[in-house]
């Protein structure tokens, strides 16, 4: 190798160095399946982390707890949870915060031919609830049903919580009589002939909460997210991107396959159609307010064991630098 040609190699090898060392990155703790997932692959794959002078990298976690012990830790930067929990920690003395990312939650199914047509017809059946007793759409469900028909779910129904693809076994089994689930898992069981009886996203509304606010969103650790905050507006243009791609060409959705798990167009239609009427079209005043009443039902509904010490939203849980 001539001495010229060394210089130029190491001149390219420099620079790449330094362009590489010049985007700062987030670091996302993410579990190994579920809709974000399919989000952050399209904002890597497409390079519009990298356009927006930013670097995505990926944190695979050990579930939902392992990723807050990563958030809280410092290990990763960024997770997705609800700003109940979110309000919860801050109570606890946690600085963490919350900027939206989905409406969706899940929906209450049961089997084609069931006698089961209103949250009156549950009791006495044996329900399926995916998550644990303080899941954000079984507490929304409890709510409804008090307030609609005076029936208190959690005393009336045969419980059997559980992870989402256990429980849907036992539903496709004829174990369970009715089946509250995640919305992406509800998906393959609809295309199979379950039919929603209960669509939770549609909850707040029959609740008087006219907004429907975003339960799910990113949640930093505030000081980073103040030190960071350029990071965080590029992460979230790159994302508004994705999603973009993702809602208008299928060919896009499509090589989502191997983390969707779609095998049919029909399904795949389903996934992506759900994933993209969940992307929040508004977030102000309003929303924030209408947040506070729900976080006001669900703490009335799950307790200190859900919210804390604090039986009131608290300060601070809602980024002030994001509004749309």
Do not use: Y
């Not at 982390?49 to 807050?68: L, Q, S, W, Y």
Request: a negative charge.
């Amino acid at each position: 190798m001539t001495r010229e040609i060394f210089a130029a190699i190491l001149v390219l090898m420099t620079w790449t160095a330094s362009a590489w060392a010049a985007d700062p990155e987030i670091r996302l703790g993410l579990l190994a399946f579920g809709s974000v997932q399919w989000e952050v692959e399209t904002i890597r794959a497409e390079g519009l982390d990298t356009a927006h002078g930013i670097r995505v990298r990926p944190v695979e976690t050990a579930g939902k707890d392992g990723a807050a012990v990563a958030l809280l830790g410092g290990a990763v930067d960024g997770m997705v949870s609800d700003w109940l929990w979110v309000s919860r920690q801050r109570a606890m003395g946690q600085d963490l915060t919350f900027l939206p990312w989905s409406t969706m939650t899940g929906a209450l199914l049961v089997p084609a031919g069931s006698p089961i047509h209103s949250l009156a017809d549950l009791a006495g059946k044996r329900l399926g609830i995916a998550g644990g007793p303080l899941d954000k759409s079984w507490l929304l469900l409890r709510a409804l049903a008090s307030k609609r028909d005076g029936l208190d779910l959690d005393k009336t129904v045969d419980k059997s919580f559980g992870a989402p693809p256990l429980l849907a076994e036992q539903f496709k089994a004829g174990r369970l009589a009715a089946l509250l689930t995640f919305w992406q898992a509800a998906v393959p069981l609809e295309a199979a002939g379950a039919v929603r009886v209960v669509e939770i996203g549609a909850v707040a509304g029959q609740l008087g909460i006219a907004s429907n606010p975003p339960l799910l969103g990113w949640v930093f650790r505030r000081d980073w997210l103040e030190a960071h905050a350029d990071v965080v507006r590029a992460f979230v243009a790159a994302e508004a991107e994705g999603r973009r791609l993702l809602c208008s060409d299928p060919d896009k959705w499509r090589r989502l396959d191997p983390l969707t798990q779609a095998s049919d167009d029909a399904t795949r239609e389903r996934l992506r159609q759900g994933f993209c009427a969940g992307i929040p079209t508004a977030w102000g005043e309003r929303e924030r307010a209408d947040a506070a009443r729900m976080f006001a039902l669900l703490a009335e509904t799950g307790g200190p064991e859900l919210v804390g010490p604090a039986p009131v939203l608290q300060d601070g849980t809602f980024w002030p630098g994001l509004r749309f």
